[in-house]
């Protein structure tokens, strides 16, 4: 696979770029031709280098003085080459343009337009020597000061292990860890027999090894035999072994130091076959260290327990293979135990902070975002201070970043975010510091960060996988291991976005300025430190931001990220080279700020979401290589005639919070690199336009608006069908409807042929379909489906359960149905996962083996009907629930009504093997269970009730609809 180099990208893209430059196309001289040559040598034996020297942890400053020079070498020469390639192509335009003329002023033309070429091939054959020349005295360099490769191997500058003292800490100074123990205490002297396990993962710093270690304290006594062991980055197995050994067997030491790995291995299982033991594994890193160490661990009947800690999901997955085995993720401490262990920490009780303090100390817990590393951390350092000044606490609060960089009080909690760092494959680094350019806080949608990178370059390629699989794998990978939150997590999986803890977010940027990656204005504790040229620029707030960017160099900017207002960000006419221009929330931004956006001849991201603009300028037209743009919450209500040229544009997105009312431009069809085309106002668009989408062959998702319904609107209907039937043939996955008017969508009955590939389907909250269209009976490949019907009949429930790919049903009725409840039945649904149901005066009930594979279930129960069948759900056949939410309608039902029907629930729901977390929420009661029994005859509060709980799930139904869309 082609990874990207940490240093942005550019020394693996720029390998590509040089390749083409060499190629016929371009017609070099021939000494350039032979500078680029040996460039190309000469950086792949410098990128070989410079990966392996990115693992070292604390490289000295010599080492990290060369690497820089390498990364800014790569990166101007990747400037040059870009500025070559375009004139080269714009020369060729205009030659083309003059080909034929036989007047005297097209001969000057070509005249002209033939010493251009001889200049721009000239100008870069001096600038390649130029580089040729930095390129020798940067490899001489490496050799002068013996810069070579064994001395930085990876764990050469490793310190003390921090966790020495989380090891051995007094179980009174643990804070917060009580019912996390309790639950894994529980789990482990359960009465299974059979060896289970348990893996603690979770976010470096949140107390893992601590947690282990109190439950190894607590339950280690009613085991024969146990052992605690860590394995760490640095694997040495006949350590870890012989460690293993000792504390399992009484032999000495002495003679196990000339054994094998194999007879320590076999000693090990010798002792522990017939015993009930209890061994924990701490800081597994890998799937294969966890491999080698279970071989040693034998398989018996004796209530045996294993316990691993680690900070990447898929180890703790690999560890917990069997079904009993179990994953327990570890959450940060609460608001109060993080309060708790700050201040016994500085003041060695829970309330010993001065009231001057306690803003600034709420301000300081707010950023450890509940690490208890961080905390203890930061309050060691604040308790070492032989004053309390609140003017300190703010200074610290302010300068956590530099602190953490230089502060000897901090360094076990660098320590412990590096490894996570350092350990890191060298691609992902790359994508990780560009995070560094977010604000803290900051949610960071999925599909707008990958596009990111694979503008700037980060992303290489793999076989079989387009380029934004890829880059979803990167962004995957950084969850798992547990570098970045996820956030909105869907029923497959995938988080649609992600939040950086802000203890890592100090650290990123630490690392990110070192290496000149990203140059911050505002938002930071980290003071701006100019180190050559910008190469990302990142305006985070408002706060003294102005005038700060006076006497930057920003012709060689990258990635230009604001939010500020307007007048604060620098004229973009200073930058020439931006891939990325992700001006969102920017306010005060209007058309008159992008008039120089046709100089952005390498632009392939631009997002003006949440900004003022009315109008795209008609020079976007030139953004040729744009792939990625994002329009949503603006004034646009129309694009541009040129925006038909940007053959290589991807992604236009519109719409969002505020509903979508744009028009499709006409000659849509001969933009056929679109996959993804969102919110657009279908009925406002021409005919011809809506016609043209079906032209679109790579067309991968479709989110359309529909506001007109009437009989007038019937040939957009007609050109809506046409368009789907041709997209249903080809890569069409997911396709969404929405609008805020009532309204039927009867007409697509009609569909035809069916779109066999279609794996999502959507329908807004207030569109609604007499019945589940015939035609969903072939959708195969369909996995989540979400619409409104008018009445469900046993006919729309066969053709739904006998979806073989289904997993995700959203399903709204939207009016009763002729019995109080639909009974789910033992067949079909085979691998659903998450059921949400909504129907007035009508509830789901369960049969044995209904729905074997659910995991979350959302319904709505009208309490006065549910006693027609006794509160009998059954809840408890649903066997693979782990989440039930509950909207109860209350409207006439008395005090006891309500509570038989919780105490029905909870106790189904007690009941059941799996205990599923339970939401329950309740609608048409807005006063207590007593006061609620004098009005309960009373007819007209009933109705309102109704009325009130109706309007509000629609209204709620609506936004849940607009985020799934956006």
Not at 60 to 83: F, G, H, I, P
Not at 129 to 136: C, E, P
Not at 403 to 426: C, F, H, R, T, V
Not at 497 to 504: E, F, I, L, S, T
Request: aromatic fraction near 8%; charged fraction near 25%; hydrophobic fraction near 40%.
């Amino acid at each position: 696979m082609e990874r990207a180099s940490t240093a942005g990208g550019a020394i693996v893209s720029l390998a590509t770029k040089l390749s083409m430059v060499l190629g016929p196309k371009y017609e070099l001289m021939s000494g350039a031709r032979t500078d680029i040559l040996f460039l190309r040598s000469e950086l792949e034996s410098m990128h070989a280098f410079l990966e392996k020297l990115t693992t070292v942890q604390g490289p000295d400053s010599q080492v990290r003085c060369w690497m820089k020079e390498v990364r800014e070498l790569a990166y101007d020469m990747e400037d040059s080459l870009d500025e070559f390639m375009h004139r080269v192509e714009a020369d060729g335009t205009a030659a083309t343009s003059l080909h034929g003329s036989s007047s005297l002023m097209g001969f000057v033309g070509r005249i002209k337009q033939l010493l251009r070429t001889g200049w721009t091939h000239l100008r870069l054959a001096n600038e390649i020597k130029g580089l040729k020349a930095r390129a020798v005295e940067v490899s001489e360099r490496r050799s002068r000061y013996k810069l070579v490769e064994d001395i930085w191997m990876p764990g050469t500058h490793m310190s003390a292990d921090p966790r020495i003292t989380v090891l051995y800490a007094d179980a009174p100074d643990l804070v917060g860890i009580e019912r996390s123990a309790g639950d894994i205490e529980k789990w482990l002297v359960d009465e299974i027999s059979t060896l289970k396990m348990l893996s603690i993962v979770g976010f470096s710093g949140l107390g893992k090894t601590t947690l282990a270690m109190e439950v190894y304290r607590r339950v280690g006594g009613r085991f024969n035999c146990r052992a605690f062991v860590t394995v760490s980055q640095k694997l040495d197995m006949k350590k870890l072994f012989k460690n293993l050994l000792l504390q399992v067997s009484h032999n000495e030491a002495d003679h196990l130091d000339n054994w094998e790995e194999v007879q320590l291995i076999r000693k090990v299982r010798e002792c522990l076959l017939n015993k009930r033991y209890l061994i924990v594994v701490d800081d597994v890193w890998s799937k294969s260290a966890w491999e080698k160490v279970r071989c040693a661990l034998p398989q018996n009947n004796q209530n045996s327990r294993l316990l691993t800690t680690t900070r990447i999901e898929s180890v703790a997955k690999s560890c917990c293979a069997d079904r009993d085995d179990h994953v327990y993720r570890i959450e940060p401490l609460d608001e109060f135990h993080a309060k708790v262990l700050f201040f016994k920490r500085i003041f060695d009780h829970k309330d010993g902070c001065p009231p001057q303090l306690k803003e600034v100390s709420d301000q300081i817990l707010k950023k450890c975002c509940g690490s208890p590393l961080a905390i203890i951390s930061i309050a060691s350092l604040l308790a070492s201070k032989q004053v309390m000044l609140k003017e300190q606490w703010e200074k610290l609060l302010i300068s956590i970043g530099s602190a953490l960089e230089n502060n000897p009080d901090l360094e076990g909690m660098k320590q412990i975010l590096s490894l996570s760092y350092y350990d890191l494959p060298y691609h992902l680094k790359t994508c990780l510091l560009y995070l560094s350019l977010f604000p803290e806080d900051y949610k960071i949608e999925r599909d707008s960060l990958i596009q990111q990178w694979i503008a700037e370059g980060f992303v290489g390629m793999q076989r079989g996988l387009s380029v934004e699989d890829v880059a979803e794998g990167y962004f995957n990978e950084l969850i798992n291991r547990s570098m970045v939150q996820p956030i909105d997590i869907n029923w497959d999986g995938r988080a649609n976005a992600c939040r950086v803890h802000d203890m890592m977010l100090e650290l990123i940027i630490s690392k990110a300025m070192e290496e000149n990656f990203v140059t911050l204005i505002g938002g930071t504790s980290v003071p701006v430190k100019l180190q050559g040229n910008v190469r990302r620029l990142s305006i985070q707030s408002d706060h003294k931001t102005d005038n700060t960017h006076k006497g930057m160099n920003l012709q060689h900017v990258r990635s230009l990220t604001s939010s500020v207002q307007a007048h604060l960000v620098p004229p973009l006419s200073e930058f020439r080279v931006l891939r990325v221009l992700n001006l969102e929330g920017c306010q005060g931004l209007s058309e008159n700020h992008l008039k120089d956006i046709s100089n952005f001849f390498h632009l392939k991201y631009l997002s003006l979401r949440r900004t003022w603009v009315s109008n795209l300028p008609p020079q976007i037209g030139d953004l040729q290589t744009l792939e990625a743009l994002d329009i949503r919450d603006t004034n646009i209500e129309e694009l541009p005639e040129t925006i038909t040229g940007l053959v290589q544009l991807k992604y236009i997105i519109s719409g969002g919070h505020i509903w979508g009312k744009v028009r499709l431009p006409d000659g849509i069809g001969n933009m056929t690199s679109l996959s993804a085309i969102l919110g657009f106002d279908i009925c406002r668009s021409s005919t011809n336009a809506v016609q043209e989408l079906g032209n679109l062959k790579n067309l991968r998702e479709l989110a359309i608006n529909w506001t007109d319904f009437t009989t007038g609107n019937i040939k957009h209907q007609e050109a809506m069908l046409r368009t789907l039937g041709k997209l249903g043939t080809s890569n069409l996955r997911s396709f969404a409807v929405r609008s805020r008017n009532f309204g039927s969508l009867e007409f697509f009955d009609s569909w035809s042929p069916p779109p066999s590939r279609l794996q999502k389907f959507r329908l807004s909250a207030y569109y609604f379909l007499p019945r589940v269209p015939r035609w969903m009976a072939s959708l195969y490949n369909i996995v989540s489906l979400n619409i409104n019907i008018a009445e469900l009949t046993d006919e729309d429930i066969c053709i739904l359960r006998e979806l073989p790919s289904l997993l995700h049903l959203d399903l709204w009725l939207r009016s009763p149905q002729k019995e109080d409840r639909i009974l789910v039945h033992g067949v079909g649904f085979p691998y659903l996962k998450e059921l949400y149901f909504s129907c007035e005066g009508t509830c789901l009930a369960f049969e044995l083996a209904a729905l074997p594979k659910l995991e979350r279930l959302q319904t709505t129960v009208h309490v006065i009907r549910a006693k027609s069948y006794s509160h009998q759900f059954g809840i408890e056949y649903l066997t693979s629930l782990k989440q039930i939410d509950i909207q109860a309608f209350c409207a006439g039902a008395s005090a006891s009504d309500i509570k038989d029907f919780e105490n029905a629930i909870i106790s189904e729901v007690k009941c059941h093997p799996n205990h599923p977390r339970m939401i329950m929420k309740k609608c048409g009661v807005n006063l207590n269970l007593d006061e609620r029994n004098k009005i309960e005859n009373n007819a007209e509060k009933e109705n309102r009730s109704i009325k009130d709980a109706n309007h509000k799930r629609k209204k709620r139904r609506m936004q849940e609809n607009q985020e799934h869309l956006v």
